[in-house]
């Protein structure tokens, strides 16, 4: 689950972290008022989305009165921004974060991270922060230093000496980044966190180190441990289809090709998608019914996939174990006949109740198209949407 800036930043500011003043607006009228609370000539406006490269994208605006503010903030709200993480259609902005303007001297990068690969939590830290570190990363990777330390109850001063080691900074800047780090640390700890950002980490004009930036990852499995976390969840920024599939217990990501696919498991979604590129074509989204789901949640996961209309045609592809094949083929039926199937259906049964599973689809009377192989399966979903 992600959340804005502006939640972010109030999460640091709770645990000590150095950032900067803001306050959110979620219309123009707000403007007057919370602006009060900013004690600053200088404001910087910044659309709130779940999407990196804001800036680029004009969703980052410095101006330097009230007058100029609101011409900005009007302009924002409403847009429509596209950035490299939103896909092509966008995001549209619904609330702003403004907050005092600061003079920056230098921009660094500072994250922490679960490090699924080593069962570690990762610090990564670079003197190159700002809008273009994924172009650091890929061009000068050596400026990128990552250290990674054992899960304990707190970090230690060694650890910390590490990671802002690349940053050299004077001793009231080592005090307050100690104290940062720690903040980081525990706030990925006691909110279950996956990923804490800090882009850029800017030293002012004056020496002081500020968060200019923050995002902030949390583990969907761990939320309902966390009301707090939760009650920050935005709505308007995920897809309408996955917040039906989190309904639904499905793990769904709708992608942006043709060919609708519904499988039990994750790496076999991944291994069919694969596949579905491999033969020429795009996959429309990632979709695990899982290992155990009834007819109901299979029905469910078919009309999900139904209702992205770039939907061409349906490969279903399931590998019996805990789940039947028989449970499959009713559901499918089911959801086909009810929502008036008009696209390609292929459907690749193996495992637990297959014969049974397609003896049910092929007495349905439905076009619907057996696979022996996912091999198979692909070839015959490519060329059916042809």
């Given at each position: 689950m992600n959340i804005h800036e502006h939640q972010a930043k109030k999460i640091l500011k709770d645990y000590g972290a150095p950032v900067s003043n803001g306050v959110v607006i979620y219309s123009l009228d707000?403007?007057?008022d919370k602006i009060k609370q900013l004690d600053s000539e200088n404001y910087v406006v910044k659309a709130q989305i779940h999407a990196g490269g804001r800036g680029k994208a004009g969703g980052v605006k410095l101006v330097k009165n009230i007058e100029e503010l609101t011409k900005e903030a009007t302009e924002m709200f409403g847009k429509i921004l596209?950035?490299?993480?939103?896909?092509p259609d966008g995001k549209e902005v619904k609330r702003l974060y403004i907050e005092e303007a600061a003079d920056i001297s230098k921009e660094l990068y500072l994250s922490c991270l679960v490090d699924r690969a080593s069962s570690k939590i990762a610090f990564i830290s670079s003197t190159e922060g700002g809008m273009d570190i994924e172009k650091v990363a890929a061009e000068t990777p050596e400026k990128i230093i990552t250290h990674k330390i054992d899960l304990k109850d707190d970090i230690r001063d060694d650890e910390i000496e590490k990671i802002i080691q690349p940053f050299n900074f004077n001793n009231e800047q080592t005090l307050a980044s100690q104290k940062l780090i720690k903040a980081l640390y525990k706030i990925l700890i006691e909110k279950d966190?996956?990923?804490i950002e800090i882009n850029p980490l800017i030293i002012t004009k004056e020496q002081k180190i500020v968060c200019l930036d923050a995002k902030m990852n949390f583990d969907d499995n761990a939320i309902f441990r966390r009301p707090d976390v939760l009650e920050l969840r935005d709505l308007n920024e995920e897809e309408p289809a996955e917040i039906e599939a989190s309904k639904h217990d499905l793990a769904y990501?709708?992608?942006n090709g043709s060919i609708g696919c519904m499988v039990n498991g994750a790496g076999l979604a991944m291994a069919t998608m694969d596949i579905i590129?491999?033969?020429g074509k795009e996959p429309a989204n990632f979709l695990d019914v899982g290992g155990g789901a009834s007819k109901e949640k299979v029905s469910a996961a078919f009309k999900l996939i139904l209702s992205d209309k770039n939907v061409k045609g349906i490969?279903?592809?399931?590998f019996g174990g805990i789940m039947r094949c028989d449970v499959i083929a009713q559901g499918v039926l089911d959801a086909a006949k009810e929502t008036n199937l008009s696209v390609p259906l292929v459907v690749r049964l193996a495992g637990t109740n297959f014969k049974e599973g397609k003896d049910i689809l092929d007495k349905s009377g439905l076009k619907i198209l057996s696979a022996t192989d996912l091999n198979d399966a692909a070839k015959k979903i490519v060329e059916a949407i042809k």
């Open positions: 707000e403007i007057k596209k950035t490299h993480q939103t896909g966190a996956t990923l990501i709708k992608l590129k491999l033969y490969l279903i592809n399931i």
